[in-house]
């Protein structure tokens, strides 16, 4: 199984949710046994697609949400909330969070506590911006990211799911080589087994590859024993693009 995690980031309104998951759900059922599927589509979205989604083999995913359970924070929305919908996961940490609402370290800490907390699973975010990579810090700055997001938290029993997304490649429409997310991922994996030294990584822990992924690479993020699936943004808006990447997945799979 390779996960395809569709984010729709702050595109479709609740009617066009409804359209697009029903054109998704008549194509890609055949390919679900071996595509892991979750789409993550915005909050006012969430109760049409939950519905549509429900018993489909697809899952459901949130782009954000808050670190407390309730309270008074005008505007936000927390895990437990979600879960209502039958949300399984939620994207945290996304870079353009990270830079345009000037999230940091510590409060993408405190949201992967909230996730783990609400038993939900943390689709998390890391990656470089293009200057970080020109100065030479690229593997400094995915290790630094991935170990302060699981400061204070142990990671028995829960499932997580890291996406390595370069940030100058997010809607650039030219992804990385295959090489270079396979390098990321082994940076990855060793921060897990420095952190956690009694991990399983075969078990639990998941990592993809994000940044401009489309019908036309997919093949090699996806044939890559190293990583596990790839989590997209504007080609997954499209719904012939987005069947067509989960056939390829499943074609793959079945070589
Ligand atoms: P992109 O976005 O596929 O449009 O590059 C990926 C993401 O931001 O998760």
Redesign the pocket.
């Known amino acids: 199984m390779k996960y395809l995690?569709a984010?729709w980031?702050m595109n479709l309104t609740a009617a066009d949710s409804e359209e697009h998951v029903k054109l998704i759900l008549k194509n890609i059922i055949p390919y679900l046994s071996r595509v892991n599927a979750v789409i993550c589509p915005s909050f006012p979205s969430l109760a049409i697609v939950s519905e549509l989604l429900s018993g489909s083999g697809i899952a459901l995913g949130a782009q954000n949400c808050f670190w407390e359970e309730k309270g008074s924070f005008t505007g936000e929305v927390s895990p437990l909330m979600l879960k209502e919908f039958n949300v399984d996961y939620i994207?945290i940490g996304?870079?353009?969070r990270r830079q345009q609402l000037h999230e940091t370290d510590e409060m993408i800490n405190k949201k992967m506590q909230a996730v783990f907390r609400a038993g939900l699973t943390p689709i998390l975010?890391v990656g470089e911006t293009f200057s970080e990579r020109q100065l030479g810090r690229k593997d400094f700055v995915i290790a630094g990211q991935v170990e302060s997001a699981l400061k204070n938290i142990q990671l028995v029993n829960k499932k997580l799911l890291i996406?390595y997304?370069p940030v100058w490649?997010?809607?650039?429409?030219q992804?990385v080589k295959i090489e270079e997310a396979e390098h990321a991922v082994r940076v990855i994996k060793q921060v897990l087994i420095d952190l956690y030294p009694n991990l399983d990584l075969k078990n639990g822990v998941e990592i993809l590859y994000?940044?401009?992924?489309?019908s036309k690479n997919i093949n090699y993020f996806t044939s890559s024993p190293l990583l596990d699936g790839v989590?997209?943004?504007?080609?997954?808006l499209d719904v012939d693009e987005f069947s067509q990447m989960a056939k390829i997945i499943y074609e793959n799979l079945a070589k």
Not at 169 to 173: A, C, L, T, Y
Not at 210 to 214: C, E, F, L, Q, W
Request: hydrophobic content about 35%; proline content about 0%.
């Open positions: 995690i984010n980031k994207i996304h870079s353009e975010c996406a997304e490649v997010i809607g650039s429409g992804a994000g940044g401009s992924v489309d989590l997209v943004g504007s080609a997954s």
